[in-house]
């Protein structure tokens, strides 16, 4: 028993090697499928026929093949993950409603939808229904069936637990402790998991490029709220509920702006919209925040403003990058990750933050451990969260699915919500 224990193990592995080397790479020959796994030549062949025969992988076309090397004049044949092995959903919850897209097994966006849906005044009992309903309309559009749907994600802004499957606390919502994956997932049969949106950043970069995120390396989203990916060892740390690495949360200054999540002086009620805003107009510190969206034109005027030398605007900006480099420096002296990527539309005002950021960084952390770190800005892109929502969704298909065999026994979907 114990024997056949093993070999099972040995076998999920390498399958799930396989996959991984396919994610990262794209379509690849076997001979390069060895390279990227370490697998044995025999080890390819045998588990890529496996894979072949459960559906998952499939040999790409004559004609469709990437730069494939050749031999003999003809190209060497490719192997790619099967698109229609399984799909994925991915739902983005925000203040503004939601937003979905149904992909394929390779990532592949095949539909999209966006509900107005009010988060905000939203029953808290009815709303995973209501999202459920969503969901439905968006694969009765797609005439992609309920069975063929191997996961759900959802990207929530704010506090998520993904044991329990509930927003814990979002400025999305009025209320706390929000039910979303049990709702979806009886109304839907399929499986759901939850997490904050940074942390969805973060899946998409590893996606993106393992080579460069894969090690030790944090993802700071700035914008409607301040939050964190934390990538350890090339996975993204969720903690024991799934609500690690709240930067945003993190304190300041004690005693200082009023923040969203009720306490006072977090990094996020310097660095927010809503916190450069109040800042900017000269409202006490003790202002609630708005709950309110802020439209994007409000926070392009003011970053306007503080370039032509508003004294104020400018401030508002100083202040978040001081907030910003505190924070990161706190960061540094405890994880010295290798790559601090920030991200979202406040990325827009890098040139007003980052000298006050800089400063910080000086005066909060060592040279010694502060040089070893690289800070980048990378591209706006709302669409990351989605992007990296279905990366996070496809990944945990291949470790707790095609690892195991091929995607549409129903009793794996009950496996996996357990
Ligand atoms: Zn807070």
Known sequence: MR???????????????????????????RVEMGRHSGLSPASITSISSQLIADGILQEVPDGQQHAAPMRRGRPITQLDINPRAAHVVAVKISIDGIEMALADGRGGILARGTSRISTYGAEPQAFGARVAEEIAALLARARVPAKR?????????????????????????????????????????????IGNDANMIAEGLIGSDRARYGGTAAVVFMGYGVGMGLILNGQVYHGP????????????????????????????????????????????????????????????????????????????????????????????AILTPSRIVLAGPGTRAMELIAPHLRKALEEGVVDELRRNVEIETVPIGMDMIIKGTIDGALRHVDREIFAHGPFGRRARVAESIA
């Open 241 to 332: 509920t799934g609500a690690a690495a709240e930067f945003g949360h993190m304190n300041h200054r004690p005693g200082g702006p009023m923040c969203r999540c009720g306490r006072r002086g977090c990094v996020e009620a310097y660095v927010a919209d809503y916190s450069l805003l109040r800042w900017a107009s000269g409202a006490a510190e003790t202002q609630a925040p708005s709950f309110n969206a802020i439209p994007e034109q409000e926070m392009l005027a003011l970053e306007q403003a503080a370039r032509a030398g508003d004294p104020r605007a400018k401030g508002a900006y100083a202040a978040a990058g001081e907030a910003l480099g505190f924070g990161l420096a706190r960061l540094i």
């Open 149 to 193: 749907v191997a996961r759900i994600g959802f990207a929530v802004q704010g506090v998520a637990d993904s044991k329990a499957g509930t927003v814990v606390w979002s400025p999305a919502f009025r209320t706390r402790n929000i039910p979303v994956s049990a709702a979806v997932q009886d109304r839907l049969g399929i499986a759901c998991s």
């Open 3 to 29: 024997e056949k224990a093993d070999t099972d193990l040995v076998r999920r592995q390498n399958r799930l090697l396989l996959l991984e080397a396919l994610r990262q790479h794209g379509p690849l020959a």
